[in-house]
């Protein structure tokens, strides 16, 4: 038999496991949400401005019955404000290209693009020539 745990030796087993915070503590979960809310209001006002005005104008429309053409719209508004969402400045405009070479500068493709002329040259194996005017021979 083993003999009788000591009641000093249990009551520090005891107390050392209630002095530690369970590992899912409701308090602390509070307070760091709380601590994120107040972070986001700070850092995001002007997004939580424009969001809530959305929402409330939304429900405006919804109330009455203009909620078709309010997400009409709201779908080309979102279109448009995502064309731009890359260019930052008048360089970094000039230096990005489309990938359709009719909205670039000079009609210039991007690398990799497969032209009517590369598609001609594959078929005849560049046996095509064309005179200087551009025409064929």
């Not at 003999?3 to 209630?18: C, F, G, I």
């Not at 104008?57 to 979102?78: A, D, K, P, Q």
């Not at 590369?118 to 020539?129: E, F, S, Y």
Request: glycine share 4%.
């Amino acid at each position: 038999m083993s003999p009788p745990k000591s009641s000093s030796s249990s009551e520090t087993s005891s107390s050392s496991y209630e002095i530690r915070r369970p590992k899912h503590d409701l308090k602390w979960y509070l307070s760091y949400y709380r601590y994120k809310c107040k972070q986001l209001v700070k850092t995001k006002w002007k997004h939580l401005l424009i969001l809530s005005l959305w929402i409330s104008l939304g429900y405006w429309c919804y109330r009455n019955e203009f909620m078709t053409v309010y997400m009409i719209i709201t779908m080309i508004g979102l279109i448009f404000y995502n064309l731009d969402w890359r260019e930052k400045s008048k360089e970094e405009r000039e230096s990005t290209l489309s990938a359709w070479s009719v909205f670039n500068k000079d009609f210039k493709s991007i690398p990799g693009t497969f032209t009517a002329d590369d598609q001609l040259r594959n078929m005849t194996g560049g046996a095509i020539n064309t005179n200087s005017n551009g025409r064929r021979n």
